[in-house]
């Protein structure tokens, strides 16, 4: 069993580029229904005395902000789960619950103040935990909670300034926001003070109705910094032996709550940093701590000493925060990424006849990507896995397992793994969300079924990207008469070049979504779409009562010299036409947003071009989710994709395009992906600034794409509002501020909601 695991890793990260292409792997990520019924997801399996209804495991998404300060579960958190467990998952799981508010500084702010939910600190907290469980239980579900033993190295290094505590981690390692700060080695006694917490959280959750356990050992948070030689460096006492704290953890867990009570781990099979930077591990100070990584080997045997300390059930997967994409896989991950791990760890399982202390074989949950009921039944008959975890695509959409179990898989909304509304939600400082949904994280006060309109108006949509699409179904479905007026051939906008190249098949999927909802609309509600059907404002004048202007807004082109040259395009010129690519070998792509990022990376990866991307700023992709923006560069990287950053474009002359460009050393190197881009509102005190040392150059480009954004167009909006067009005249999406799905989506339903 050792030799084949040696290269898995490595083997498997190579591979996932190929499966855009490879006929197979990437055929079931799409919502049809060839495997159905889904005899094998809606068959029950029992973990220890538990017996689940089915193999659907809601994966653990931090709720944050879903509680009050003090860390007791708000209505918000109560009601976001009920909706879950009323879609039907057999399982449900918390996000991480830190239980080291006394050891480290990161899980609290200043105050003591939470906003992550608690289960450690007093009686005041078990009432809404007893709500929340009522209410899972109440649909046939179960629910576990996530104990964290902390952030550590990765929890924010604020805690020096406003509170004047250093981020602690195993030993002396760097915090990942900020390299040049140092985390300190948690002591002895810190370490068992953590144990202790976690055994008296599993206590209290189980007295607070909770059905069992889940650790948090996985992406390189405190317990895995503890349970990983990349992380643990101690020399000395009982966790320098980098198993002691996880499985000393397991033991007095086991020892609060007895032995019929579930205790399930997340791990990763390997953080993969050695196959995913290579030599850089060498080079970069702050990876090059970490080399000393927990083999694929060491993990197989820390999950059967797991198992031996009390362990029923694991789910396995890859990375850490330094490699985010692994486990957090945007979009351009491909679907089903670790479904091999989890194959791995079950064939070894199986291979080591381990068994639970209840005796039963340990289940293994496979997660990353799996929001396709085919491919979700395929996984479970091919045996790679014993359960499906589903995390994005139950925030997609809350009742997946229902519409899966009544073959309804068209209605099922897919996650497009923009993370914008979620994970980035987090770090920009908000709760979850969904960019698909606009109802998740406002359950609590957006109610399920929309209400009937009291008095019916005659609504006109113009445009039919995402924000129009969402007003005119809400607003038909509740009773309005719309009619949508869109001036291309097919609905969609931006969604249409957008999910052009492979990698964003699940916008593609999305995509299909939005038109099929259409369908339905058109054939319960009376929704009209005219296509092809360019109005102007003074035609609907007196002919409606509500005009909602979803038209979005135009590229921007620069003024610059050689600018309106025939090989000189828009990048959603280009991928609606990708033909016009036809003939050039280089390509120099002006503007590294996610628009530049993506047809540099559609360029290359699809058409095998030489693509140089320049941009005017320092950073490439800001304000864009950690986890896409570091597997795009990656990806770009990887395929010799140059990224000029800090370059300005002066002009362009046949195939000659001419810039200005930084010559500094002080220059960020583009292609950092181990360190991330800080939110706006951070202060970096070891920030470098940039000299500025422009040179002249010239880039050979036989064609130029223009990716600098777009701009609004309002005049549509304002001619409205002049000729008194209707009595109710509302822009959004785009056409107000140009944003991204989550903000057009969002728009279109709460404006179709309150027509
Ligand atoms: C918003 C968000 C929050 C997350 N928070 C946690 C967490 O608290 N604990 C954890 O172990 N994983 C967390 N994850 C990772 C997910 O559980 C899951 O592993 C990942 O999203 C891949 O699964 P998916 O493709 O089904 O979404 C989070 C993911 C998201 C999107």
């Given amino acids: 069993m050792n030799d084949p695991i040696v290269n898995f890793v490595k083997e498997l990260l190579d591979q996932y580029p190929k499966w855009f292409s490879e006929s197979g792997h990437m055929d079931l990520a799409q919502m049809t229904t060839r495997n159905y019924p889904y005899t094998s997801l809606f068959s029950p399996i029992q973990i220890n005395r538990l017996t689940l209804k089915n193999r659907i495991v809601m994966g653990p998404m931090g709720n944050i902000d879903m509680a009050e300060e003090f860390g007791r579960p708000s209505n918000k958190m109560i009601q976001y789960f009920g909706d879950r467990a009323r879609g039907g998952a057999g399982l449900l799981t918390s996000g991480l619950i830190p239980i080291s508010q006394t050891v480290?500084?990161?899980?609290?702010?200043?105050?003591?103040?939470?906003?992550?939910?608690?289960?450690?600190?007093?009686?005041?907290?078990?009432?809404?935990?007893?709500?929340?469980?009522?209410?899972?239980?109440?649909?046939?579900?179960?629910?576990?909670?996530?104990?964290?033993?902390?952030?550590?190295?990765?929890?924010?290094?604020?805690?020096?300034?406003?509170?004047?505590?250093?981020?602690?981690?195993?030993?002396?390692?760097?915090?990942?926001?900020?390299?040049?700060?140092?985390?300190?080695?948690?002591?002895?006694?810190?370490?068992?003070?953590?144990?202790?917490?976690?055994?008296?959280?599993?206590?209290?959750?189980?007295?607070?109705?909770?059905?069992?356990?889940?650790?948090?050992?996985?992406?390189?948070?405190?317990?895995?910094?503890?349970?990983?030689?990349?992380?643990?460096?101690?020399?000395?006492?009982?966790?320098?032996?980098?198993?002691?704290?996880?499985?000393?953890?397991?033991?007095?867990?086991?020892?609060?709550?007895?032995?019929?009570?579930?205790?399930?781990?997340?791990?990763?099979?390997?953080?993969?940093?050695?196959?995913?930077?290579?030599?850089?591990?060498?080079?970069?100070?702050?990876?090059?701590?970490?080399?000393?990584?927990?083999?694929?080997?060491?993990?197989?045997?820390?999950?059967?000493?797991?198992?031996?300390?009390?362990?029923?059930?694991?789910?396995?997967?890859?990375?850490?925060?330094?490699?985010?994409?692994?486990?957090?896989?945007?979009?351009?991950?491909?679907?089903?990424?670790?479904?091999?791990?989890?194959?791995?760890?079950?064939?070894?399982?199986?291979?080591?006849?381990?068994?639970?202390?209840?005796?039963?074989?340990?289940?293994?949950?496979a997660v990353g990507k799996l929001g396709y009921p085919d491919l979700a039944e395929q996984a479970l008959r091919d045996g790679e896995a014993d359960m499906i975890m589903l995390a994005r695509p139950l925030l997609a959409d809350a009742d997946w397992p229902n519409k899966a179990f009544a073959g309804k898989v068209k209605d099922i909304c897919p996650c497009i793994g923009d993370q914008e509304g979620c994970i980035n939600e987090f770090v920009e400082g908000g709760h979850i969300q969904c960019s698909v949904n606009p109802r998740t994280g406002y359950e609590d006060v957006l109610s399920r079924d929309l209400p009937q309109s009291a008095s019916p108006k005659n609504v006109a949509v113009i445009g039919a990207g995402p924000a129009g699409i969402h007003a005119a179904v809400v607003a038909a479905r509740r009773g309005h008469k719309v009619t949508i007026f869109e001036k291309n051939d097919r609905v969609g906008g931006m969604?249409?070049?957008?999910?052009?190249?492979?990698?964003?098949?699940?916008?593609?999927?999305?995509?299909?979504?939005?038109?099929?909802?259409?369908?339905?609309?058109?054939?319960?509600?009376?929704?009209?779409?005219?296509?092809?059907?360019?109005?102007?404002?003074?035609?609907?004048?007196?002919?409606?009562?509500?005009?909602?202007?979803?038209?979005?807004?135009?590229?921007?082109?620069?003024?610059?010299?050689?600018?309106?040259?025939?090989?000189?395009?828009?990048?959603?010129?280009?991928?609606?036409?990708?033909?016009?690519?036809?003939s050039a070998k280089t390509v120099a792509v002006i503007g590294a947003g996610a628009v530049g990022c993506e047809v540099a990376q559609f360029l290359a990866a699809e058409f095998g071009k030489q693509v140089t991307i320049v941009e005017m700023l320092p950073t490439v992709l800001p304000g864009v989710c950690t986890a896409n923006r570091g597997h795009m560069i990656h990806e770009l990287e990887r395929m010799g994709v140059r990224i000029w950053n800090c370059t300005k474009q002066m002009s362009i002359e046949g195939n000659q395009v001419h810039i200005s460009r930084n010559a500094s050393s002080t220059v960020p190197d583009p292609y950092i992906t181990w360190t991330?881009?800080?939110?706006?509102?951070?202060?970096?005190?070891?920030?470098?600034?940039?000299?500025?040392?422009?040179?002249?150059?010239?880039?050979?480009?036989?064609?130029?794409?223009?990716?600098?954004?777009?701009?609004?167009?309002?005049?549509?909006?304002?001619?409205?509002?002049?000729?008194?067009?209707?009595?109710?005249?509302?822009?959004?999406?785009?056409?107000?501020?140009?944003?991204?799905?989550?903000?057009?989506?969002?728009?279109?339903?709460?404006?179709?909601?309150?027509?």
């Fill in 495 to 582: 969604l249409v070049p957008g999910s052009q190249p492979k990698i964003k098949y699940e916008v593609k999927n999305y995509l299909a979504y939005l038109e099929h909802q259409l369908e339905i609309c058109s054939q319960k509600y009376g929704l009209k779409v005219e296509l092809n059907s360019t109005v102007a404002p003074e035609s609907l004048k007196g002919k409606f009562d509500a005009i909602i202007i979803g038209i979005g807004g135009v590229p921007v082109a620069p003024k610059l010299p050689g600018i309106d040259q025939p090989n000189v395009i828009q990048a959603v010129d280009l991928f609606r036409h990708p033909e016009l690519a036809a």
């Fill in 104 to 365: 480290d500084p990161t899980v609290t702010e200043r105050g003591g103040q939470s906003y992550f939910p608690r289960i450690d600190s007093s009686r005041t907290v078990y009432s809404g935990w007893r709500d929340l469980a009522e209410t899972v239980h109440a649909y046939g579900s179960r629910f576990f909670i996530q104990l964290t033993a902390g952030l550590g190295r990765v929890g924010s290094p604020e805690s020096l300034l406003t509170k004047f505590q250093m981020p602690v981690s195993a030993s002396w390692n760097p915090n990942f926001y900020i390299p040049g700060i140092p985390c300190r080695p948690l002591t002895n006694r810190e370490c068992r003070i953590i144990i202790k917490a976690a055994g008296q959280a599993a206590a209290d959750g189980k007295a607070a109705l909770i059905d069992g356990v889940y650790l948090h050992g996985h992406e390189g948070y405190l317990l895995e910094q503890m349970t990983n030689p990349a992380f643990n460096h101690r020399k000395l006492g009982r966790f320098a032996n980098w198993q002691n704290f996880g499985l000393d953890m397991v033991k007095e867990i086991r020892k609060r709550v007895g032995p019929n009570y579930p205790i399930m781990y997340r791990i990763d099979l390997s953080l993969a940093l050695n196959e995913t930077y290579g030599k850089r591990m060498e080079d970069v100070a702050s990876l090059k701590k970490f080399k000393k990584e927990r083999t694929v080997a060491q993990t197989l045997a820390y999950m059967v000493n797991l198992v031996k300390s009390g362990v029923d059930m694991f789910d396995v997967d890859l990375g850490c925060y330094d490699n985010w994409w692994l486990p957090h896989p945007p979009n351009s991950m491909p679907s089903g990424c670790f479904l091999p791990v989890a194959r791995l760890v079950k064939e070894y399982f199986a291979h080591e006849k381990v068994f639970s202390n209840a005796g039963l074989p340990v289940p293994i949950v």
């Fill in 676 to 755: 991330p881009l800080l939110p706006e509102n951070i202060a970096n005190p070891f920030a470098r600034a940039i000299k500025d040392e422009y040179e002249d150059q010239t880039l050979d480009a036989d064609l130029v794409v223009l990716a600098m954004g777009l701009r609004p167009v309002r005049s549509f909006y304002e001619d409205c509002i002049k000729s008194q067009a209707a009595p109710e005249v509302i822009q959004l999406g785009d056409a107000f501020q140009i944003g991204r799905v989550f903000e057009a989506v969002k728009a279109g339903s709460l404006v179709g909601r309150n027509l």
